[in-house]
């Protein structure tokens, strides 16, 4: 009876292992480098709806603005700087005066 009990206790403490290794990989995951930093990384993800995702991607010292569909795969803007805005007013406010197309009209199907 002693052994089943040990048994079971050991295959708990096991799952509980693994499952705590899983959590930290998907916590930290590629960025656990060693503590070199990569030269490619996810940025930021945003889900439009249940078929698009935009994601910010950056590569060496460069982001890229990707829209991803089941449609296939759509490259909004590339090239773009990572330096901070220097308009005080925030990225959001400065962006508005560039004379490049809105995001609207590069969305398949909408009429905007």
């Known amino acids: 009876m002693t052994d089943v009990i040990r048994a079971g ?5 096991v799952l509980a292992l693994v ?5 930290l990989m998907r916590r930290f995951g590629p960025a656990m480098r060693m503590g ?14 249940n078929r698009r995702r935009l ?7 460069v982001e890229h603005l ?6 296939g795969d759509l490259i909004i803007e590339t090239g773009i700087d990572t330096a901070p805005s220097r ?16 995001f609207g009209s590069h969305l398949p199907g909408d009429d905007a």
């Open 55 to 61: 994601v910010l991607i950056r590569r060496d010292k």
């Open 66 to 71: 990707v829209l991803l569909g089941s449609a």
């Open 9 to 13: 206790a050991t295959l708990v403490f």
């Open 19 to 23: 499952g705590l290794v899983a959590w």
């Open 87 to 102: 308009d005080p007013r925030g990225p959001a406010i400065a962006a508005r005066g560039r004379s490049e197309p809105s």
């Open 36 to 49: 070199r930093a990569g030269r490619l990384g996810v940025i930021e993800t945003i889900v439009l709806d």
